[in-house]
């Protein structure tokens, strides 16, 4: 039998009973049930139930087993009552009756509790790491980027890309990097730095004949961070493609990120249809160049209503070059105290402010209302 295991600990089904097996693993918890101990033993794959009684030759080590200790076991695969049957994991029709014990790593009272949700602060989360990635949610999140990038790496080889790497570090240059330094060693008083252009080692390796590349790439910023990106370090897809139009990168990379997103959305809808929108179209709509479409407002430039209207403040506006002014539909915003909050916002932006027009039913369909519906008059409104 092998040193530390037969089977991991999410093997085991009924078809195991009857089988000595041996088991390693971290001691989940710990439960005394009228003399009959039981274990949650846990590794990477799973958990399973451990037991040992008074009858059990390695019932003493086993009352001196406390939370997170490394233990090794041998035991005999018993058949679960039908009524302690647990559903939810892979080996809840089992359990493993205990014959002998090896403790491979005690462990002292520990500071981050594994088992259950508790949440803990921070700097004790990053100070006692190798407990706080040992807890379920972070093995998860953990196994979950190692799959995404697999799944990533597959889709682009499935789609005939090479992946290659470029140089992480290189000469430095005047205007290059100078926020990330290597000191060389053989050349006392020099220094490495990040590449100031990464794109010139891509740009090598295309004008060399390769058709098309990717990498995940590592990216290194001194920076503050962002919500989608961390402050020093993260990893992006990167690709080049010779011999293409925008559109066929946007044909090849949909894909990609559907099935990603597919595969790992947890039965999330995911759009077939990417709308495709120009900057200028975005700048106008949004006013962003990358906009949360969930958000159905759409922003209209409708400067020349108010063009030649005698309105002051609006035509003090239009006579600077390159202002405009833009409507924002607020379908159920029709009240007065949100106008006056609006209003105050885009003071605090450094604008003169923000007129508004309530449309309501009248007797005669849709009429408007408000300050600048009158100062306008009813054509222009």
């Excluded at 039965?267 to 969930?294: E, F, M, N």
């Amino acid at each position: 039998m092998h040193a530390f295991r037969s089977h991991t600990c999410a093997e085991l089904t009924k078809d195991n009973v009857g089988q000595t097996v041996r088991l390693s693993g971290w001691v989940h918890r710990v439960r005394d049930h009228g003399g009959i101990l039981f274990i949650d033993l846990r590794d990477h794959y799973g958990v399973t139930q451990v037991l040992a009684d008074p009858d059990s030759a390695a019932f003493k080590d086993v009352e001196k087993v406390r939370s997170e200790w490394c233990i090794r076991i041998d035991g005999e695969v018993k058949a679960r009552d039908p009524e302690l049957i647990n559903p939810k994991i892979p080996t809840g029709e089992v359990e493993v009756f205990i014959r002998e014990l090896e403790v491979l790593g005690a462990a002292g009272e520990l500071p981050l509790m594994v088992f259950g949700d508790q949440e803990y602060p921070e700097e004790t989360r990053l100070r006692y790491r190798f407990l706080d990635l040992r807890r379920e949610k972070m093995q998860k999140n953990m196994k979950l980027r190692s799959d995404v990038v697999r799944s990533i790496r597959s889709r682009m080889w499935d789609k005939g890309f090479n992946e290659f790497q470029t140089p992480i570090i290189t000469a430095s240059s005047p205007e290059g990097a100078r926020d990330f330094l290597v000191p060389s060693r053989l050349h006392p008083g020099k220094f490495y730095a990040l590449p100031q252009a990464p794109q010139q080692f891509k740009q090598l390796l295309m004008v060399s004949g390769f058709d098309k590349y990717f990498q995940i790439a590592p990216c290194f910023r001194d920076e503050d961070p962002r919500a989608d990106r961390s402050p020093t370090d993260f990893y992006q897809l990167d690709m080049e493609m010779s011999f293409v139009t925008q559109q066929d990168v946007f044909d090849t990379i949909q894909p990609v990120i559907e099935g990603v997103f597919e595969e790992f959305g947890g039965g999330h809808k995911v759009d077939k249809h990417w709308p495709q929108i120009s900057y200028k179209d975005s700048a106008l709509w949004y006013g962003t160049d990358k906009p949360d479409l969930r958000n159905p407002i759409k922003m209209q430039d409708v400067s020349e209503h108010f063009a030649g209207s005698g309105f002051a403040i609006f035509a003090k506006i239009l006579e600077q070059d390159g202002t405009q002014i833009r409507a924002i539909p607020a379908p159920t915003g029709g009240s007065r105290k949100f106008c006056d909050r609006m209003n105050k916002f885009a003071q605090e932006q450094g604008l003169p402010g923000m007129g508004y027009i309530f449309w309501r039913d009248g007797e005669n369909g849709m009429e408007a209302a408000g300050p600048l519906a009158k100062n306008i008059g009813p054509e222009r409104t």
